[in-house]
């Protein structure tokens, strides 16, 4: 099964290559234009002529393990065609590792030197991707790019991008064959004049690699993406659309399957007013469904979204998720056909957005330092810096959580604040006691524990055995409240007092 994970993976990257690249953080492009390494770069004056153009050769070793991009323009002037010579841009496998953008960055030198040209510009481009040599070994020669791109007068871009079917049978010794089949690529860019702004449709219009002995499949339905970049490449809005995914084996010692229903990810970035960037995701996923060899999982309706508030000088943060319906392996069921649903949400409020920038600002500077040794610590430093400035906003965390069964339900929440007026002093800890406002609350219906308990039984005689005799001692000492159906606990911290269930209990009691 590993074998055919290893061969998908690497088909699916080979053949969605666009795709994969815009889902990732970019860092700037002119660090990585300079360090991929050139065998032909041509360089245009702002008002040259095609015919005036010159070309500065950078001598460079190609290694073997590395990618090359091949381009080749032919410009449409005035009906007549003029062809450029062809540029080779080597790509290293740690450039590929480290920078998933590396081939929207060179789309776009690409696009910027066709730019310094005389308008308006009508280019074809032919894009040949010649693989590492032990990669070719695979998987042969791929198919050419085809890429027709317009600017106008004003600067402003457009651009085609077409990649053709491709098929390929690879062969391996003693092992079975793998015939990989992809049914191409297209794209469309639009780019403003100085670059400030570009954006990138691409259809993946599907890809599959089958074992010809029948054994392992798996497949990637036409899948799309959407982005809107700034100049740096780092994105303000992205979208992927996966429609179906499915793998499957069917081998003597590894046999499952797995299918992925309507995957739809989403991103949007924004600013606020003193310039923290706020991501906002919205996850979904309309079906799962897992089978190996011993159990079956489903689940149906999973969305994990976040959203942001800015109210003045703070900032409200909220994660949700859900799940329409989990339909568990029987072995967690004691081999019942169950299914659950869940709802749950964190909500994180009063967050000084100073506080957060000056810790948003570290870290950036941070990670375009490569190798920073003490990375963890100066961002702690940087926590404790602005730890004051946090609290002096009263932040407040929330937590809320729904769980649905068809053996009975269960609710908790809980909810911890602190009153920045009430902070003397942050050296120690007991200080804070006074400011701290605390409240949670349990309720568990008696059907759902006892499944619970039984499953562990199974696993644990003895821990399970424990559990039930803790149950009975909480509800003795009234710190859990027993109903006809459920328990229930509720409990608060304020002014220095801890209170369950309408009972005050001596904090002595923790320590």
């Not at 007068?153 to 092992?175: C, H, M």
């Amino acid at each position: 099964m590993n074998r055919v994970r290893k061969r998908t993976a690497t088909s699916l990257l080979v053949s969605s290559m666009s795709l994969a690249l815009s889902l990732s953080a970019a860092t700037t492009a002119s660090s990585h234009q300079a360090e991929a390494m050139t065998t032909v770069s041509p360089v245009f004056s702002a008002n040259s002529r095609p015919d005036e153009a010159q070309f500065i050769k950078v001598k460079r070793t190609s290694e073997d393990n590395s990618l090359r991009v091949i381009f080749q323009h032919y410009l449409d002037r005035n009906g007549y065609g003029v062809t450029l010579p062809k540029e080779t841009v080597v790509i290293s496998p740690d450039k590929i590792d480290t920078n998933p953008l590396f081939f929207f960055e060179l789309l776009k030198q690409k696009w910027s030197q066709l730019a310094m040209l005389r308008k308006p510009v009508q280019a074809s481009t032919v894009i040949e991707l010649v693989l590492p040599r032990r990669a070719a070994k695979d998987f042969g020669k791929l198919p050419v790019l085809f890429m027709e791109t317009d600017i106008d007068n004003d600067g402003i871009g457009k651009s085609d991008l077409a990649w053709f079917p491709y098929q390929r049978e690879i062969t391996e010794v003693r092992r079975d064959n793998t015939l990989v089949d992809s049914k191409g690529l297209k794209a469309h860019f639009t780019f403003s004049d100085k670059f400030e702004s570009l954006t990138a449709q691409l259809s993946l219009l599907g890809v599959t690699a089958t074992e010809t002995s029948g054994k392992g499949a798996a497949s990637l339905g036409e899948t799309t993406f959407s982005g809107t970049f700034d100049a740096d490449l780092m994105p303000t809005q992205m979208s992927l659309k996966v429609p179906t995914f499915k793998f499957s084996i069917h081998k003597r010692h590894d046999d499952g399957e797995l299918n992925l229903q309507d995957l739809a990810f989403n991103v949007d970035v924004a600013k606020t007013s003193n310039g923290l960037k706020l991501v906002e995701v919205d996850a979904q996923v309309k079906h799962v469904y897992f089978r190996d060899k011993d159990s079956k999982f489903r689940l149906e309706n999973l969305v994990v979204k976040n959203d942001f508030d800015e109210q003045g000088d703070v900032i409200n943060l909220t994660v949700q998720a859900k799940i329409g319906k989990l339909r568990p392996p029987k072995a967690l069921t004691s081999g019942n056909d169950e299914f659950a649903s869940y709802v749950g949400q964190i909500a994180l409020r009063r967050l000084d957005a100073e506080a957060l920038l000056a810790l948003q600002t570290t870290a950036h500077k941070l990670s375009k330092q490569k190798y920073h040794p003490r990375l963890e610590e100066k961002m702690n430093e940087k926590f404790i810096e602005v730890v004051p400035q946090l609290l002096a906003k009263s932040p407040e965390i929330v937590l809320t959580d729904t769980l649905e069964t068809s053996k009975g339900n269960a609710q908790g929440s809980l909810s911890v604040s602190i009153d920045g007026a009430k902070v003397t002093s942050l050296e120690n800890p007991f200080a804070l006691i006074p400011a701290l406002h605390a409240r949670a609350s349990i309720s568990i219906d008696k059907t759902l524990l006892e499944q619970a308990l039984a499953m562990l039984e199974k696993e644990s005689p003895s821990e399970a055995r424990d559990i039930r005799g803790q149950i009975k001692m909480f509800v003795a000492m009234k710190l859990l409240v027993e109903t006809d159906n459920s328990y229930k606990s509720a409990a608060e911290f304020k002014k220095g007092q801890l209170i369950v269930n309408g009972q005050v209990i001596p904090l002595e009691a923790f320590f």
